[in-house]
């Protein structure tokens, strides 16, 4: 999953539960646990078990309920959160983080006191966390397949594509048409196509040249 799908599923999440009381049992009454749990189970399809019967979340810090955490995210540096990350306090809250536009307020989708809010909370004394499989590997765009090399023999008409002789001395061009009428060390000799006479006009490279069919 890129970071780019990351946020649009905390967007999403973020859209359905902004101003609403969300509980995912009667258990614990629109707590902050309940909050998280539904963005486990309805937006990362995650199981259920994960946060089920941590009692304080704080417990998500210490083994053995970090232990199933990690099996399903990595811990990360509270400075490097992206959308969708979700922060766990050591003072028993848990949030999703949303965004830092200024660099020092940090806003989360979160819930109690009161209903479902983008509220601004400092990330000191948190642990972040990020789905296992998020990152920026996107599948890169195939280059293009380069043309074979043409394959140029005497007797082949062309036309310069750059007037650049194999020694890099700049050339004037004075006929539209040449033929190949010698190839050496250098390169192709070029003579310029006048009636029946072919007189030399330069030596240039394949790179140089392009074939006229």
């Not at 969300?22 to 990362?44: M, P």
Request: glycine content about 6%; charged content about 25%; hydrophobic content about 35%.
């Amino acid at each position: 999953m890129t970071f780019k799908e990351y946020a649009e599923i905390e967007e999403r999440f973020k859209n359905d539960t902004l101003g609403r009381y969300i509980s995912y049992n009667t258990e614990h009454n629109n707590q902050c646990w309940d909050l998280a749990e539904v963005y486990f189970t309805k937006y990362l399809n995650l199981p259920e078990s994960i946060l089920a019967g941590c009692g304080l979340v704080s417990n998500m810090l210490v083994p053995p309920k970090l232990n199933e955490l990690l099996e399903y995210f990595d811990e990360i540096d509270i400075h490097t959160m992206e959308k969708g990350d979700v922060c766990i306090w050591e003072y028993d809250h848990i949030a999703v983080f949303d965004s830092c536009p200024d660099g020092y307020t940090c806003y989360f989708v979160s819930q109690n006191p009161g209903p479902t809010s983008l509220i601004p909370l400092s990330p000191d004394g948190s642990h972040a966390f990020r789905l296992k499989g998020v990152s920026n590997n996107i599948e890169p765009t195939p280059e293009p397949p380069k043309p074979e090399p043409t394959d140029f023999k005497i007797g082949d008409y062309v036309v310069p594509t750059n007037l650049f002789d194999y020694a890099g001395t700049p050339l004037v061009q004075y006929d539209d048409l040449y033929q190949i009428i010698d190839k050496d060390e250098r390169g192709n000799v070029l003579g310029a196509v006048r009636g029946d006479e072919r007189p030399v006009w330069a030596v240039l490279p394949n790179s140089n040249i392009m074939k006229v069919d």
